[in-house]
């Protein structure tokens, strides 16, 4: 099992920056390719970023290519998202995945993540 806690998330007026975190624990969680989706209101969960296993590849969704970065840490199981140039659109619970093996693919889709945090809210107000 691996476990993850997502933090980071607020209230942000247009244009800010925030930076979400994600702790992982359990069973080696270093190994496994991360991802961040996001779920706005009355809408399906989203992809918006990942990263492999190693961080040597990473994936942005289209709307947040640019603007977002991931990265991650293994020696401290710990992933971010770097959010700048924040859009009311980019309002959402924003959860945390981790994949259950090395190699899955494609981290684009939710239903290669078999771990899931519980979700940090950000807020971006026009």
């Known amino acids: 099992q691996v476990q993850l806690v997502e933090s980071g998330g607020g209230l942000v007026q247009a244009g800010d920056s925030l930076r979400l975190s994600c702790a992982a624990s359990g069973r080696t969680p270093s190994y496994y390719a991360m991802g961040w989706f996001r779920q706005a209101p009355g809408k399906e969960r989203e992809f918006v970023s990942a990263?492999?296993?190693?961080?040597?590849?990473?994936y942005y969704a289209d709307s947040v290519k640019g603007r977002f970065t991931i990265s991650r840490d293994n020696a401290k199981s710990t992933v971010l998202l770097q959010m700048n140039s924040l859009k009311p659109e980019a309002t959402a619970v924003y959860y945390c995945a981790a994949t259950g093996g090395r190699n899955v693919l494609p981290l684009t889709n939710a239903y290669s993540y078999a771990y899931w945090g519980q979700g940090t809210q950000v807020t971006v107000s026009a």
């Open positions: 990263i492999s296993w190693s961080g040597g590849t990473t």
